[in-house]
C-alpha cells in the first residue's frame, strides 16, 4: 500500500507540473513571472523529496528530477508564449539537488516523516 501512494504521489506531482509548463504565458501573472526562479526553484525541491521517497536512491532520484526538467523546458518551447530557459533549468536541478542532499543527511528524519507504520 505504502509503494502505491509513493507512486501516486510521483505521478500526480508530475503531472501538476506538467499543467503549470502547459499554462500559455498570457495566462500567467506578471507577478508569478518576475518570481519565476524563486517558484521553479520551491516547486523543484518538493518535486527532489518526493523523488527520494518514491526511489530511495539519491542518484536515481536525481537522474528521474533532471531528466523530467529537461523534458519540462523543452515541453515550454511549444507553449505559447513561454520559452525554453537553460536559467530554469539550472534552477530545477540545483533545487533537486539541495532537496535530494537534505533528505539524505537527514535520513532518519525523513524515514520517519514518510513511514506509514509508526504511531502518533
Same mark, same amino acid.
Given at each position: 500500500m505504502k509503494r502505491s501512494?509513493?507512486?501516486?504521489? /510521483?505521478?500526480?506531482?508530475?503531472?501538476f *507540473?506538467?499543467?503549470?509548463?502547459?499554462?500559455?504565458?498570457?495566462? /500567467?501573472?506578471?507577478?508569478?513571472?518576475? *518570481?519565476s526562479l524563486?517558484?521553479?526553484?520551491?516547486?523543484?525541491?518538493l518535486y527532489g523529496l518526493i523523488l527520494f521517497a518514491f526511489f530511495k536512491n539519491p542518484y536515481k532520484a536525481y537522474l528521474a528530477g533532471a531528466f523530467f526538467a529537461a523534458s519540462d523546458e523543452i515541453h515550454q518551447y511549444f507553449v505559447p508564449g513561454r520559452?525554453?530557459?537553460?536559467?530554469?533549468f539550472l534552477t530545477d536541478v540545483s533545487a533537486l539537488a539541495t532537496?535530494?542532499?537534505f533528505a539524505y543527511l537527514w535520513k532518519?528524519?525523513?524515514t520517519f516523516l514518510t513511514s506509514s507504520s509508526r504511531e502518533l
Open positions: 501512494i509513493e507512486i501516486a504521489g /510521483v505521478i500526480i506531482y508530475s503531472i *507540473l506538467f499543467c503549470l509548463s502547459a499554462t500559455p504565458g498570457s495566462d /500567467v501573472p506578471k507577478t508569478v513571472m518576475s *518570481l524563486v517558484f521553479h526553484f520551491m516547486l523543484y525541491f520559452t525554453c530557459d537553460p536559467v530554469d532537496a535530494i542532499v532518519p528524519l525523513f
